[in-house]
């Protein structure tokens, strides 16, 4: 299935942060690149950032370069997302999925739940 779980959204003010976590059930990461992606309201799904199985390579869309962070611990089966500087552009709910390569952005499996980011004063 390659369905993972997202966690750690919430409600922050504007400036804020926040930490996503991405965790598999049933599989291991390791041997996976990994997406995080948004949708917001009434737009299309994208893909934010990224990362190779090993983390020696890490992509972002321009819109968060800077301000968030892609991390992985495969120890712990676990991906996460550093968003610093948050601004009330990166209100949407956001997914990680299992891809194709970093940079590709090809889901492959099935969407979790995701999680919801809201940044709003």
């Known amino acids: 299935q390659l369905q993972l779980v997202e966690s750690g959204g919430g409600l922050v003010q504007p400036g804020g942060s926040l930490r996503l976590s991405c965790t598999a059930s049933?599989?291991?990461?390791?041997?996976?690149?990994i997406g995080w992606f948004r949708q917001a309201p009434g737009k299309d799904r994208e893909g934010v950032s990224c990362?190779?199985?090993?983390?020696?390579?890490?992509n972002y869309t321009d819109s968060v370069k800077g301000r968030f962070t892609i991390s992985r611990h495969n120890a712990w089966n676990t991906v996460y997302l550093q968003m610093n500087s948050l601004e009330p552009e990166d209100t949407a709910v956001y997914y990680c999925?299992?891809?194709?390569?970093?940079?590709?952005?090809?889901?492959?499996?099935?969407w979790g739940q995701g999680t919801q980011v809201t940044v709003s004063s």
């Open positions: 990362i190779s199985p090993t983390g020696s390579t890490t």
């Open positions: 999925a299992v891809i194709d390569y970093c940079s590709g952005y090809v889901p492959l499996g099935s």
């Open positions: 049933g599989f291991t990461l390791v041997h996976y690149a």
